[in-house]
């Protein structure tokens, strides 16, 4: 039995391997890891962020809230005018009333009275003329004269305290009237001064939000203060994404072949072959 047998024996190809290298441009992967290293150097920096601020209550507002603790300004008003109203509505008495008489009644009666005296004098002159003085008719004329003289009297006196009542009277609806007109003020009083109150926040509620936009307006520009090494780092990043593409690749490969023992072998039966083919036929080998 031939070991060898017949024909040229090989193994199995090995598969093809192919390793690809691809990077950047020298210059372009320079400029990447730099900005790796600015990246990390930014972000290791801690950010100062600015502090929230509130603005305070206006000046204005700061009124408006004083003002508001002001409580009861119309009272004193409002006081007035009750006791302007319970003074007028107490009873009229002749102290009251003594206040409005005529200073010259004193006269009239005066004169009313002497004028009775008088014709007084003149009926008993009469009746001394006529013999009759002491008479009953003397008598009954004389007590006719002085009973008219006490009524004028009592009339004009009557007529005086009635021109006192009426106008005691109405010195009561005058005062009674001016006490409403009191309390209806210390009420607008009141009334105007939440008027006020309510104008001082307003006007000091748009200073207020005017302050806080200032101060919002701030912090904003020291966020972006904080944050623009950021951007630039990002504008950076960008600008290096949407760059040139170039690339360079070192590529290396292996192709389907035999080992050097596979080799040798094939070799040593060829020649075998080519041995055995040139012998005469029947040697045995």
Do not use: C, H, W
């Not at 990447?32 to 990246?39: F, G, Q, T, V």
């Not at 926040?201 to 520009?221: K, P, S, T």
């Amino acid at each position: 039995m031939s070991f060898f047998g017949g024909g040229r024996s090989s193994q199995p190809a090995t598969p093809t391997t192919q390793t690809s290298f691809v990077r950047e441009a020298p210059g372009i992967e320079e400029r990447k890891i730099e900005l790796m290293d600015i990246a990390r150097q930014v972000a290791q920096e801690p950010i100062n962020l600015p502090a929230i601020q509130v603005s305070p209550l206006s000046g204005l507002e700061q009124q408006g809230i004083t003002a508001a603790g002001q409580t009861g300004v119309g009272s004193g008003t409002v006081g007035q005018g009750i006791q302007q109203i319970l003074g007028a509505a107490a009873p009229i008495g002749s102290a009251q009333i003594s206040q409005y008489l005529n200073p010259y009644q004193q006269y009239v009666t005066g004169e009313i009275a002497r004028q009775g005296q008088m014709m007084q004098n003149q009926l008993s002159g009469q009746a001394v003329g006529m013999g009759a003085f002491g008479g009953g008719r003397e008598g009954v004329q004389q007590a006719e004269l002085q009973k008219r003289t006490l009524e004028a009297m009592g009339q004009a006196q009557a007529q005086g305290f009635g021109t006192a009542l009426g106008a005691a009277q109405r010195q009561q609806q005058v005062g009674l009237a001016a006490g409403q007109q009191l309390g209806q003020m210390g009420g607008l009083q009141q009334q105007m001064a939440g008027q006020d109150i309510n104008q001082l926040f307003a006007a000091g509620g748009v200073q207020r939000q005017l302050a806080q936009q200032a101060l919002d307006a701030q912090r904003q520009n020291q966020l972006q203060q904080a944050y623009e090494p950021y951007q630039r780092a990002e504008f950076l990043a960008n600008l290096y994404a949407a760059g040139p593409k170039t690339q360079s690749g070192v590529t290396m490969g292996t192709a389907p072949s035999t080992s050097p023992m596979a080799q040798a072998l094939g070799t040593g039966i060829g020649a075998y072959a080519a041995f055995s083919g040139a012998k005469p036929a029947g040697t045995v080998v």
